[in-house]
């Protein structure tokens, strides 16, 4: 048994947590996911906390996974995880030692069983050719979740990625917007090409602004709900759709209706490219995506009668701009 093991009181499991969250400070990728860390390791793993670091075997965690593991795979095995990083960080501090008794591969998946496969849904998307006239009567809403929603899906972005916009992040004179790295999905910064509306909407915000945030909430020093942009799609009565389906409707339309490349149409998105592709592809394409978002801002501008009979020259400009 290590030296430091043996001397002196053990720390306790739940110290060795509080330990780890501490220095992790700093990786995690926003406030929500800190949260979600610290939420699973006090509650779910609460019979743990008081158990000296050292004793903790398969047994202790297994009377832990084993209730939530029927009804909440997918929520005990992040548990079983953070539960393994906290075990393998005091091992790593010299206070236990011996096999990990939460390792999944070879141990705990021959006692809990192998994982169901997660079906997952998908966000339900308002088809593209509804866009516009959704646009219409969202540009006559009033509040600031019905622009914030507005800037969303001029942009393509994530709602997390818009609620949490600062003033610092958006630059009026080369009309684009800096999302940080630890706010994005990918931890990547990405730069958004701002169309002429998305400019104009946040001109008329910064005129009144009163806050770092873009979208301010009530409280001092936050911005607006998660639940801002949701309320707005419910009092305007669109059924089921959500706002991350925006983000769909923008891509069937980029295949649809447009010729840019589907790496632009990716990029715009901030999805990560894989494989060849990713070698191949050396910048931001910045000059083209601000295109793309312009000519989907100029669709999204269309009236809904005119949808149809519209599409088919603007549909000849967008490949022109597409092919340049």
């Known amino acids: 048994?290590?030296?430091?093991?043996?001397?002196?009181?053990?720390?306790?499991?739940?110290?060795?947590?509080?330990?780890?969250?501490?220095?992790?400070?700093t990786t995690f990728r926003n406030e929500k996911h800190k949260a979600q860390w610290r939420m699973t390791l006090e509650v779910y793993a609460k019979p743990l906390r008081k158990i000296p670091v050292t004793d903790v075997s398969t047994d202790d965690v297994v009377r832990v996974l084993r209730p939530l593991w029927q009804d909440k795979q997918e929520t005990a095995s992040r548990l079983r995880g953070r539960i393994e990083k906290v075990l393998d960080y005091?091992?790593?501090?010299?206070?236990?030692?011996?096999?990990?008794?939460?390792?999944?591969?070879?141990?705990?998946?021959?006692i809990l069983g192998e994982r169901r496969k997660l079906k997952r849904g998908h966000h339900a998307a308002m088809p593209y050719v509804d866009v516009p006239a959704f646009m219409v009567r969202l540009s006559e809403a009033d509040g600031l979740g019905a622009r914030a929603l507005e800037l969303c899906i001029l942009t393509a972005t994530r709602s997390g990625e818009v609620l949490n916009a600062r003033w610092s992040e958006i630059d009026f004179d080369a009309a684009t917007w800096t999302v940080p790295a630890e706010r994005m999905k990918a931890g990547k910064e990405h730069v958004v090409p701002l169309s002429a509306r998305a400019l104009a909407i946040l001109k008329a915000l910064h005129e009144k602004r009163l806050s770092d945030f873009v979208f301010p909430g009530q409280a001092p020093r936050k911005p607006i709900s998660g639940m801002a942009m949701a309320m707005t799609m419910r009092r305007l009565e669109v059924g089921s759709f959500t706002v991350h389906g925006f983000r769909s409707a923008f891509r069937d339309w980029c295949g649809d209706q447009t010729s840019f490349p589907r790496d632009v149409a990716e990029a715009a998105l901030a999805h990560v490219i894989q494989g060849v592709e990713a070698a191949y592809r050396r910048g931001s394409a910045l000059a083209k995506r601000r295109k793309l978002l312009e000519a989907w801002a100029s669709y999204c501008s269309t009236t809904n009668g005119g949808n149809v009979l519209t599409m088919n020259r603007r549909k000849s400009e967008i490949?022109?701009?597409a092919a340049h």
């Open 1 to 25: 048994m290590p030296e430091r093991i043996a001397a002196g009181k053990p720390k306790t499991f739940g110290e060795v947590c509080d330990d780890l969250l501490a220095a992790k400070e």
């Open 90 to 110: 005091a091992k790593a501090l010299k206070l236990r030692d011996g096999e990990n008794p939460a390792r999944w591969k070879g141990h705990l998946d021959h």
């Open 319 to 321: 490949d022109r701009d």
